[in-house]
Structures are given as structure tokens and as C-alpha cells.
T-cell receptor, first 124, second 111 residues
Framework: EVQLVESGGGLVQPGGSLRLSCSAS????????MHWVRQAPGKGLEHVSS????????FYADSVKGRFTISRDNSKSTLYLQMTSLRAGDTAVYYC?????????????????WGQGTLVIGSS | IVMTQTPLSLSVTPGQPASISCKAS???????????LYWYLQKPGQSPQLLIH???NRFSGVPDRFSGSGSGTDFTLKISRVEAEDVGVYYC?????????FGGGTKVEIK
């Protein structure tokens, strides 16, 4: 059974930093691209960042480029999102999401399994 | 790519059909011949779950009362007979280009 468990969310002051983690199990983590998707309270879904299976390529939405860094440790089956210069507008539930494609190529097929999410609140 | 869903909300009697439309701002057909359109359901208090991938393929464990159709820029999700467990917000999503983008959602409730 695929499981994705996020952690690291919390209340952070504007300008502050936070690191989210996602522990994965139930599949061969090192063969899938992984993603972060966020959802502001009562709002829709926004694709934030993606990383290739081997960590060699990344994608960032314009809204977070230069402030967020995605990374992964395949030896620990863990995905990370380092968030800096946080803003009130970054307040959201952050979901760790698995890609559907089993591949070592830099290829995003689509999102299949989602974690339960971790809430980040940017507020003073 | 902008994804537009209609209607915003839907109230359905159990056992009756329901239909949700999704329109993309550009054709979602890739040069590989596949069309990258997905449907998700977010039940109350839960994370989204994949229903349909590549327009019409039901994901593992998804009941056959859910079906997807469409091509080009216009797509439809149909529920043949709505059940109480189908309540929530339905999202379409394109994965042709980054960033992957979602429709605004359609809230389905039971009458």
C-alpha cells in the first residue's frame, strides 16, 4: 500500500523558513518523480514543485521560484521542501504527491497518490 | 493552461446521474498521441484521490459508475448513479505542460 506522510508544517512569521518532509513507503521511491501541491484554506489546488526520480531535475511554480527548494533522499525514501522568505500567501495545506510514471527520465505524467497534507501558516 | 469547470456546484438525488464539464484553454493532445487530462475527487476533510487518468482510464479501485470522455479542449466526467459517498469537490487537471493546472472545482452534494 502506497503511503505518503508529511511533517514539518506549522506557524511561521513572514520572512521565516520551514522545512517540510514526506516519508514514502509501499513503492520503489527511487523510480518515481515526486511533487508538492498546495491548497490555501477554502481554495483550489496549486502545483508548487516537482523533482525527478534521481533528483537531477526540478520544477518550481513562479510563485515560489527562488524561495523554495525541493530535494529528495532516495536512501531514506523521503521528499523535502525547504521554504524560505515565507509570505502570508504561502499559507496552505501542502501535499506530497507521487507521480504516476515509473521512469528514470525527467517526465511528469500525472499525480496518483497523495499524502494527507501538512498545514503551513505564514502569519505574525 | 487555464482549466475551467462547470458547474460550480451540483445537487443530485441518490441514484441519479451527474455530469461535470472541464474546458482547457488549449488542446491537451500530446505528440505521443495521448491526452493528458485527469479527474480527482476531494472528499470532505480528505486529500484528493485520483479517479480518471488520460481522459477515460479509471484508476485502480474506482467504481465503474465513474466515466470520463472528451478530446481536444472539452472533457466530461459522468457519474452514472450518484451515491452518498460521492460527495465532495471534483477537480480536473491537465498534465500536458508545467505547471500542471487544475480547474476551480465542482462541489457535488446529495439532495
Amino acid at each position: 500500500e502506497v503511503q505518503l506522510v508529511e511533517s514539518g508544517g506549522g506557524l511561521v512569521q513572514p520572512g521565516g523558513s520551514l522545512r517540510l518532509s514526506c516519508s514514502a513507503s509501499g513503492f520503489s521511491f527511487n523510480n518515481y518523480a515526486m511533487h508538492w501541491v498546495r491548497q490555501a484554506p477554502g481554495k483550489g489546488l496549486e502545483h508548487v514543485s516537482s523533482i525527478r526520480s534521481n533528483g537531477g531535475n526540478t520544477f518550481y511554480a513562479d510563485s515560489v521560484k527562488g524561495r523554495f527548494t525541493i530535494s529528495r533522499d532516495n536512501s531514506k525514501s523521503t521528499l523535502y521542501l525547504q521554504m524560505t522568505s515565507l509570505r502570508a500567501g504561502d499559507t496552505a495545506v501542502y501535499y506530497c504527491v507521487k507521480d504516476q510514471a515509473y521512469t528514470s527520465d525527467w517526465y511528469i505524467l500525472g499525480f496518483d497518490y497523495w499524502g494527507q497534507g501538512t498545514l503551513v501558516i505564514g502569519s505574525s | 493552461i487555464v482549466m475551467t469547470q462547470t458547474p460550480l456546484s451540483l445537487s443530485v438525488t441518490p441514484g441519479q446521474p451527474a455530469s461535470i464539464s472541464c474546458k482547457a484553454s488549449q488542446i491537451l493532445l500530446h505528440s505521443d498521441g495521448k491526452t493528458y487530462l485527469y479527474w480527482y475527487l476531494q472528499k470532505p476533510g480528505q486529500s484528493p484521490q485520483l479517479l480518471i487518468h488520460e481522459v477515460s482510464n479509471r484508476f485502480s479501485g474506482v467504481p465503474d459508475r465513474f466515466s470520463g470522455s472528451g478530446s481536444g479542449t472539452d472533457f466530461t466526467l459522468k457519474i452514472s448513479r450518484v451515491e452518498a459517498e460521492d460527495v465532495g469537490v471534483y477537480y480536473c487537471m491537465q498534465s500536458l505542460q508545467t505547471p500542471l493546472t487544475f480547474g476551480g472545482g465542482t462541489k457535488v452534494e446529495i439532495k
